[in-house]
């Protein structure tokens, strides 16, 4: 696993360990980090703060996204991928797809390189999170509601 991917999984802990959805983020330009994130769905209320979202409002405007990979800890869902596909990222690297498929095949579909690390543990983070909050995964995937 590269030093990019741990730093994913580092962002995932510290959702974790805020009480949010354990899934992180980190966006890399020439070989270094200009952004992290991670989930703060649950942290900040809000429902568009997913990893990757959180990640690239930390990057900031870059101008130009076109030379950037995005790395998650799970394979982004289709608000993520639209960012993505919106700003031009090129490669998203994510740490897996077991528990949650995302939107790879529409990030293919556009021309982004779709790398699935397949990462004991990133599925062990979303397994125990799963087993310990179904409603608030639930949530986030958008298959029931709050209240």
Same mark, same amino acid.
């Given at each position: 696993?590269?030093?990019?991917?741990?730093? *994913?999984?580092?962002? *995932?802990?510290?959702?974790?360990?805020?009480?949010?959805?354990?899934?992180?983020?980190?966006?890399?330009?020439?070989?270094?980090?200009?952004?992290?994130?991670?989930?703060?769905?649950?942290?900040?209320?809000?429902?568009?703060?997913?990893?990757?979202?959180?990640?690239?409002?930390?990057?900031?405007?870059?101008?130009? &996204?076109?030379?950037?990979?995005? &790395?998650?800890?799970?394979?982004?869902? &289709?608000?993520? *991928?639209?960012?993505?596909?919106?700003?031009?990222?090129? /490669?998203?690297?994510?740490?897996?797809?077991?528990?949650?498929?995302?939107?790879?095949?529409?990030?293919?579909? /556009?021309?982004?390189?779709?790398?699935?690390?397949?990462?004991?543990?990133? /599925?062990?983070?979303?397994?125990?999170?799963?087993?310990?909050?179904?409603?608030?995964?639930?949530?986030?995937?958008? /298959?029931?509601?709050?209240?």
């Amino acid at each position: 696993m590269d030093q990019f991917m741990k730093e *994913a999984i580092n962002e *995932a802990m510290a959702s974790r360990d805020k009480g949010g959805i354990p899934i992180g983020s980190v966006l890399v330009k020439n070989g270094k980090i200009i952004g992290r994130g991670h989930n703060l769905r649950v942290q900040d209320d809000d429902p568009l703060a997913h990893a990757e979202i959180s990640c690239m409002r930390d990057a900031g405007r870059i101008g130009s &996204y076109a030379d950037t990979v995005l &790395y998650s800890t799970l394979m982004p869902c &289709y608000l993520c *991928a639209g960012a993505v596909v919106q700003f031009g990222i090129k /490669k998203v690297v994510a740490g897996e797809s077991e528990t949650f498929e995302g939107a790879q095949d529409f990030l293919r579909s /556009k021309g982004v390189e779709v790398v699935d690390l397949d990462i004991s543990e990133c /599925k062990m983070l979303m397994k125990e999170f799963i087993l310990e909050y179904p409603e608030l995964w639930n949530e986030d995937i958008g /298959k029931s509601a709050p209240y």
